[in-house]
């Protein structure tokens, strides 16, 4: 498979030999390299991105769940080019754009304050910085298998993704004695010894879907032990709602009734530009207003640029509403449920939530996936990979290490017509 792939994409191997010249390994984002080499995207459209060879996809990577509304949604477009038209694109200053997307995003997913930034790392940095101000403590939970942002990952033991033998720590930008990592996700008793036992709390920091692990729900339960855990330390309950915010119409962790401290955003809300943000209780918000003497400072050119800031209001008023998001979300549901159906009995399952997929390969497909530990030992990678080889050959477009983010725009034939390909993988290597 993997011979014929570079036999199919030699345009897109020469832009990556001329790629090497300037970018380590030819790549600037590490996720996206894939063995033999990456496939180059020339253009999008819809659900659809073709290559440099000319062939079609149907995008089931979403980017990364960023791309949730398509390549060229007319909406998103129309409202760039009013930005760019009768703002401009940055102003040094604060502009209406801003307090708009803010009063949005407050109204939307229960946030008494919020700040923008670039990304969802940064989102995540600046919550666990504002903990740190309130509780005047300094150390974190986190949960293993977690990814808050590049430089905030627990661990990234993702090695393979790429189809590589390359391991792939993250950066260590951060200092990692400060961050206590529950062994286990899903595991309430272990994370509530985790969180007692650790002095310096300042917070817990949590997805409500564990995305790059594998696309792993936590539980109610455990979520709201956990939470609960986090409270009678005295630390801030962070919820990580970067992918997880399109899940519900308030967020996921409104619908699980959460009510954490502080929820980061980003992905999807910037339509594809650059964006994030974090917010939630008055009280610990209050650490970054300027008009309070000891404040945090938090900076960014971009935090505020016109175009994200217009979008993102865009996005969430006029085009992923409450009520669109409820049915496209079903659809996630009902889609996982026919994928699981023609799984059954083979090494393929399913994890995930409404329009986020998550594919495993696994020695035994019946036994359940809840955390990081259970992909790890039991990921069956040579047929992720010729999964994904056949997948690209059968015009479907899917990230390596199998998640799936649903596309707004996809035609529901589009997914029927994947549901059978996947069949047929499964008929066609019966012996796996
Ligand atoms: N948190 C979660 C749960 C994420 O999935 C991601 C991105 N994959 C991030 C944070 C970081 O967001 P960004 O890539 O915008 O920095």
């Given at each position: 498979?993997e011979e014929?792939?570079a036999?199919n994409?030699t345009?897109?191997?020469?832009?990556?030999?001329?790629?090497?010249?300037?970018l380590?390994?030819?790549?600037?984002?590490?996720?996206?390299?894939?063995?033999?080499f990456?496939?180059?995207?020339?253009?999008?459209?819809?659900?659809y991105?073709?290559?440099?060879?000319?062939?079609?996809?149907?995008?089931?990577?979403?980017?990364?769940?960023?791309?949730?509304?398509?390549?060229?949604?007319?909406?998103?477009q129309?409202?760039?080019r009013?930005?760019?038209?009768?703002?401009?694109?940055?102003?040094?200053?604060t502009?209406?754009?801003?307090?708009?997307?803010?009063?949005?995003?407050c109204?939307?997913?229960?946030?008494?304050?919020?700040?923008?930034?670039?990304?969802?790392?940064e989102?995540?940095?600046?919550?666990?910085?504002?903990?740190r101000?309130?509780t005047g403590?300094?150390?974190?939970?986190?949960?293993?298998?977690a990814?808050?942002?590049?430089?905030?990952?627990?661990?990234?033991?993702?090695?393979?993704?790429?189809?590589?033998?390359?391991?792939?720590?993250?950066?260590?930008?951060?200092?990692?004695?400060?961050?206590?990592?529950?062994p286990?996700?899903?595991d309430?008793?272990?994370?509530?010894?985790?969180?007692?036992?650790?002095?310096?709390l300042?917070?817990?920091?949590?997805?409500?879907?564990?995305?790059?692990?594998?696309?792993?729900?936590?539980?109610r339960?455990?979520?709201?032990g956990?939470?609960?855990?986090?409270r009678s330390?005295?630390?801030?309950?962070i919820?990580?709602?970067v992918?997880?915010?399109?899940l519900?119409?308030?967020?996921?962790g409104?619908?699980?009734?959460?009510?954490?401290?502080?929820?980061?955003?980003?992905?999807?809300?910037?339509?594809?530009?650059?964006f994030?943000?974090?917010?939630?209780?008055?009280?610990?918000?209050?650490a970054?207003?300027?008009?309070?003497?000891?404040s945090?400072?938090?900076?960014?050119?971009?935090?505020?640029?016109t175009?994200?800031?217009?979008v993102?209001?865009?996005?969430?008023?006029?085009?992923y509403?409450?009520?669109?998001?409820?049915?496209?979300?079903?659809?996630?549901?009902?889609f996982?449920?026919?994928?699981?159906?023609?799984?059954?009995?083979?090494?393929?399952?399913?994890?995930?939530?409404?329009?986020?997929?998550?594919?495993?390969?696994?020695?035994?497909?019946?036994?359940?996936?809840?955390?990081?530990?259970?992909v790890?030992?039991?990921?069956?990678?040579?047929?992720?990979?010729?999964?994904?080889?056949?997948?690209?050959?059968?015009?479907?477009?899917i990230?390596?290490?199998?998640?799936?983010a649903?596309?707004?725009?996809?035609?529901?034939?589009?997914l029927?017509?994947?549901?059978?390909?996947v069949?047929?993988f499964?008929?066609?290597h019966?012996d796996?």
């Amino acid at each position: 498979a993997e011979e014929r792939f570079a036999a199919n994409n030699t345009l897109s191997k020469a832009q990556h030999e001329l790629a090497i010249g300037s970018l380590p390994g030819g790549n600037t984002r590490t996720l996206l390299h894939t063995s033999p080499f990456p496939l180059c995207m020339k253009q999008g459209k819809g659900a659809y991105v073709w290559d440099l060879d000319g062939h079609k996809y149907l995008d089931l990577v979403g980017e990364l769940s960023a791309g949730l509304l398509g390549h060229t949604h007319p909406q998103v477009q129309a409202t760039i080019r009013r930005t760019l038209e009768e703002t401009g694109v940055s102003l040094g200053a604060t502009t209406q754009h801003e307090q708009a997307l803010a009063a949005e995003l407050c109204a939307r997913f229960r946030l008494a304050r919020v700040r923008m930034t670039n990304s969802g790392t940064e989102a995540n940095l600046h919550a666990l910085a504002a903990a740190r101000h309130v509780t005047g403590r300094r150390r974190v939970v986190v949960f293993s298998g977690a990814y808050h942002g590049a430089v905030l990952s627990f661990p990234n033991d993702h090695a393979g993704d790429a189809g590589d033998a390359a391991p792939a720590p993250a950066p260590n930008t951060v200092d990692r004695a400060d961050f206590v990592v529950v062994p286990r996700y899903n595991d309430l008793a272990l994370a509530r010894r985790v969180i007692e036992a650790a002095d310096d709390l300042a917070a817990v920091l949590v997805e409500p879907v564990q995305g790059a692990a594998g696309c792993i729900p936590g539980g109610r339960e455990f979520l709201a032990g956990v939470r609960e855990a986090a409270r009678s330390k005295g630390a801030v309950f962070i919820l990580d709602e970067v992918k997880t915010s399109r899940l519900a119409p308030h967020g996921l962790g409104a619908e699980l009734g959460l009510g954490p401290d502080l929820v980061t955003l980003g992905k999807y809300i910037g339509g594809g530009l650059a964006f994030g943000a974090f917010g939630g209780r008055e009280e610990v918000m209050r650490a970054y207003d300027p008009r309070v003497r000891g404040s945090l400072a938090h900076s960014g050119t971009f935090n505020n640029n016109t175009l994200a800031m217009s979008v993102g209001r865009t996005v969430l008023a006029d085009v992923y509403t409450p009520d669109v998001c409820v049915r496209f979300n079903h659809k996630g549901d009902r889609f996982r449920e026919r994928l699981a159906e023609v799984a059954r009995g083979s090494r393929l399952s399913f994890t995930g939530r409404g329009s986020l997929i998550g594919l495993h390969f696994t020695e035994d497909g019946t036994e359940e996936i809840t955390c990081r530990e259970d992909v790890n030992r039991k990921q069956r990678t040579d047929l992720r990979d010729l999964f994904w080889f056949e997948m690209l050959e059968a015009g479907f477009w899917i990230t390596r290490r199998g998640v799936i983010a649903l596309i707004l725009e996809t035609p529901d034939e589009e997914l029927d017509r994947f549901v059978e390909a996947v069949k047929n993988f499964l008929e066609r290597h019966r012996d796996i």
